[in-house]
């Protein structure tokens, strides 16, 4: 069935580092994947999403990458800091909902 | 910059009692959405909502649940006898549009629900 999942539960890393966070999907037809953060007792926040027709996209300090021959989504912050620490979800775009996956915790050491 | 609001933030109630979530979504979006988070899981879908009637729901969506769009301005989820099993945070999302295209969706702070 439909699911989006994350290779690693946690990840930690200095600050001044990049960061790079992984997703695996199964849907191949969904149509767009998203990039969520979530601090602690606060909603998701959206970061940023690709399209299925590309492969990459830059943000702000970030940027996705999507590789759909292996089913893979990553999200890489760079000169990650403090104030980066959070859950990170990727989630897939199926016909209106979002599916998300299990979440990434990232701790940003100074 | 337009935010969704909810309300409470935090709610608790009694098994088997009647619990109303509340939300106030970005008030140019037409799609609705309610999502919930058992802690340290991932967030699950549990209903869309358009034009006054649900779009999409699922499994978790049971006889139980409930939404409403009472007014220009609120939109909420009713669960009519809640369970232990429905404590959870509970996010209300909204979008300018809605499926079969894909636009973003804004969340909620989310209600923290414990029943006990």
């Known amino acids: 069935g439909e699911s989006v999942g994350l290779h690693l539960p946690t990840l930690s890393v200095q600050e001044g580092d990049n960061s790079i966070i992984n997703c695996a999907y199964s849907?191949?037809?969904?149509?767009?994947f998203i990039w969520y953060k979530q601090e602690s007792g606060k909603g998701p926040q959206f970061i940023i999403d690709i399209r299925s027709n590309m492969d990459k996209r830059q943000g702000q300090r970030v940027t996705v990458l999507l590789n759909k021959t292996v089913k893979h989504l990553s999200l890489q912050i760079a000169a990650t800091q403090p104030g980066d620490s959070a859950v990170y979800f990727c989630a897939e775009s199926g016909l209106g909902k979002l599916i998300f996956g299990q979440g990434t915790e990232l701790s940003v050491k100074p | 910059e337009p935010e969704v609001t909810q309300t409470p933030s935090h709610q608790v109630t009694q098994m088997g009692q009647e619990v109303i979530l509340r939300c106030v979504p970005i008030s140019n979006h037409l799609y609705f959405y309610w999502y919930r988070q058992i802690l340290g899981q991932k967030v699950e879908f549990l209903v869309s909502f358009y034009n006054n009637e649900i779009s999409e729901k699922s499994e978790i969506f049971d006889d139980q649940f409930s939404v409403e769009r009472p007014d220009g301005s609120n939109f909420t989820l009713k669960i009519r006898s809640t369970k232990l099993e429905d404590s959870a945070m509970y996010f209300c999302?909204?979008?300018?549009?809605?499926?079969?295209?894909?636009?973003?969706?804004?969340f909620g702070p989310g209600t923290r629900l414990t029943v006990t």
């Open positions: 999302a909204s979008s300018e549009g809605g499926q079969p295209r894909y636009y973003e969706q804004y």
């Open positions: 849907n191949s037809a969904s149509d767009y």
